[in-house]
């Protein structure tokens, strides 16, 4: 399997020769869902999509004319079932994988209402440092990297 490529600067001048040079920007909302006992929530990519059995944060593409935000609500009702509270727009990482240059808006969610309920087939495990889930889609590692600055884990394995 080609690798995917993280983009620092998506925005940044190209000389031609880098990875998603000439290719649409897929928007893509991302919901980090933290429980009170600080774990995250990770979904399995679904049964028949690209990175089939991938682990990583629930989420999808923005539609024509919606915000990030609203995005995250529709695809988090639609994917899993729950209905979010406020989010709070965290960071944002460009990804090139062979079959799309995504921009991956993560935002946190600390509270939202329902049970989890997995509609596409995936499965979901509550995490934390180091996860044990694997494997792990490479969108997914530089959360897990933050996660580890913002915890003190700094230095240390964020997958086992």
Known sequence: MIK??????PDRPRDGNEPGQ???IVEVAVGVLIRPDGDFLLTSRP???VYEGYW???G?????GETVEQALRRELR?????????????KVETVDYPHALVRLNFCKVFEW?????????QTFA???LPVTVAPVLPGTLPVLAWFAEERGFAGKAVVS
């Open 60 to 64: 999808g593409k923005l539609e024509a």
């Open 113 to 121: 209402s329902g049970a989890l309920h997995m509609h596409e087939g």
């Open 22 to 24: 000439n290719r649409q």
């Open 56 to 58: 990583e944060f629930p």
């Open 126 to 128: 509550w995490q934390r």
């Open 47 to 49: 049964p028949g999509k």
């Open 78 to 90: 639609e994917e899993i079932g729950i209905a979010i509270g406020p989010v709070e727009a965290w």
């Open 4 to 9: 995917p490529v993280l983009i620092a600067d």
